[in-house]
């Protein structure tokens, strides 16, 4: 979805290394320290509680790291709403994307 956007291609697994530990992100730019994390409802579902909060503390040492994150959900691989939230992270990081100008912020 991001490349039909536009987006330069992700790297897959990226590692993050935090003062917590290594933790992966499912898609990211390392180059410009944005992360995007698929979240599946499974997820979620069966310790929801801990589960939650181990994803808490995961992102907030991800994000202390100097990382941006942008989180997805189904719902959110409609439309370019997904690719807007890249590229506003990927700004912060001070890239100027080539993506459509439609995209643009």
């Given amino acids: 979805m991001v490349l039909r956007d536009g987006l330069p291609l992700p790297t897959t697994q990226v590692s ?11 898609l990211g730019w390392p180059e410009w320290r944005v992360a995007l994390e698929y979240d599946g ?10 589960a939650f909060i181990r994803e808490k503390r995961r992102h907030d040492a991800i994000q202390d790291a100097g990382w941006r994150v942008v989180r ?3 719902e959110d691989l409609r439309g370019t709403t997904l690719s807007r939230r890249v ?6 990081a001070r890239w100027t994307p080539t993506a459509r100008p439609e995209l643009r912020a």
Avoid: I, M, N, Q
Wanted: charged share 25%; glycine share 10%; hydrophobic share 40%.
């Fill in 41 to 50: 409802r499974g997820k979620y579902a069966a310790e929801a509680g801990e």
């Fill in 87 to 92: 590229l506003t992270a990927a700004r912060v």
């Fill in 72 to 74: 997805a959900t189904k």
């Fill in 16 to 26: 993050v290394s935090t003062p917590a530990g290594t933790f992966w992100s499912d």
